[in-house]
């Protein structure tokens, strides 16, 4: 059966109320107190859609400042109430004390992990479910637009999408979400699943061509989603981060400094820590998978060559990586795994053996992924070369095949003292950007 999990801790606020009668006690009052800032916070967002632009555009400049003060009060108010959660005693606890990994986990330690348990098992992460849902469900309504206007979509970039969000929520509310944080060779799946699958089959979506043809632009010089999206494709930290030299160094030097430093054991110990790490897995992960293999507009990409060097090199350190893990006598975040007190499974060393396994392993499959869209892209792109210099030569009458074909004959004629210049070839016209397709 599924258990939500929600990253503010109310399972483990939960915990600490053991009764109806404890939710009027102090620290019952100030939970629903904060609770309802919460709410106060997302009202105050919908009457911002619903009635302080439509003020704005009436000519009433206050009220959106009158809003904004009014939300700004209220997170004042349950930041506040927050750090007064943090300081108020619970009421008295159940009977049954907490188990260490009950207070650390916000939940009771999972069963032992089996073959069942590894597609049976979920959590429902409320930040990172709702993410990945509106990710498919934004993908599919733009697909869908494109059809309505009779217009084509590849169906195999819409199977990578769907493929990538369905990854994306099965490693952090399935069995990986779960067991994650108590077992090393879970969280490695986790973490290689985020940073290497996911990525991959997101960036064959090519989500931002979509977008582009999808939203509309305007033309009264203001800017909507399609130009805000357009700017910040072209602004110069997305250049900078997604230059394929700075995204793969990222992508091998932020995985070594995460498990060497003590970023490992603050992503298991602090729900925020674990939120930084997903994210930016999932951004350095998309930023390499999108200079090699990436096909949306506003990156620079290397030559073929080059990214399948790239791509070699990258993984190579990645796969030394690995053996150094395999090799270590040291337990990442042996604290961590210590307190938790899990009584079933293999030793902390050997689980982050296998886990290391896992990491070298998991981190295959996206190569033979990336491999086999380099090798269709790089032979699409020498068809099209070859088509460009077709035409190019049926308007020239193949000037070029006859200058060629006469400087053989020179050849023939010249003596053995003499080697007549070869012909002086028309230098081939830069490519142009493709235009961008829109309403």
Known sequence: MPRARDPVGVYGAWLRLPSVASVMSPYGIVLGLKLLAVLALAVAGWWHRRRTLGALAAGAPRAFARLITAEIAVLLGAAGLGVALSRTAPPAGPATPLTNAESLLGSPMPAPLDAGRWIGTWSLDTLFLPLALAGAIGYLWGVVRLRKRNDTWPWLRTVSWLIGCALFIWATNGAPGVYGRVLFSMHMVQHMTI???????LVLGTPITLALRVLRRREDGSRGPREWLLAASRSLLVHVLGHPVVAAGMFVVSMIAFYYTSAFAASLESHTGHVLMTFHF??????????????????????????????????????????????????????????????????????????????????????????????????????????????????????????????????????????????????????????????
């Open 195 to 201: 940073a290497t699958a996911v990525p991959v089959f």
């Open 282 to 439: 999932l951004l350095t992960g998309y930023l390499f998978a999108e200079a090699v293999v990436g096909s949306d507009p506003a990156l620079s990409r290397p030559p073929f060559p080059m990214r399948v060097l790239l791509v070699m090199v990258t993984f190579g350190f990645h796969a030394l990586f690995a053996v150094s893990m395999m090799a270590s006598t040291t337990v990442f975040a042996a604290d961590w795994f210590s307190a938790l007190g899990r009584t079933w499974g293999s030793s902390l060393l050997d689980d982050q053996y296998v886990g290391a396994q896992i990491g070298w392993l998991m981190g295959e499959y996206p190569i033979l992924i990336m491999a086999a869209a380099l090798v269709t892209s790089w032979v699409r792109a020498d068809q099209r070369e070859r088509r460009r210099f077709d035409r190019r030569e049926a308007r020239d009458d193949d000037r070029e095949l006859q200058a060629y074909n006469a400087y053989l004959g020179r050849l023939r004629d010249a003596g053995l003292t003499h080697r007549p210049a070869p012909p002086t070839m028309e230098p081939r016209r830069s490519r142009r950007p493709e235009k961008e397709h829109h309403e």
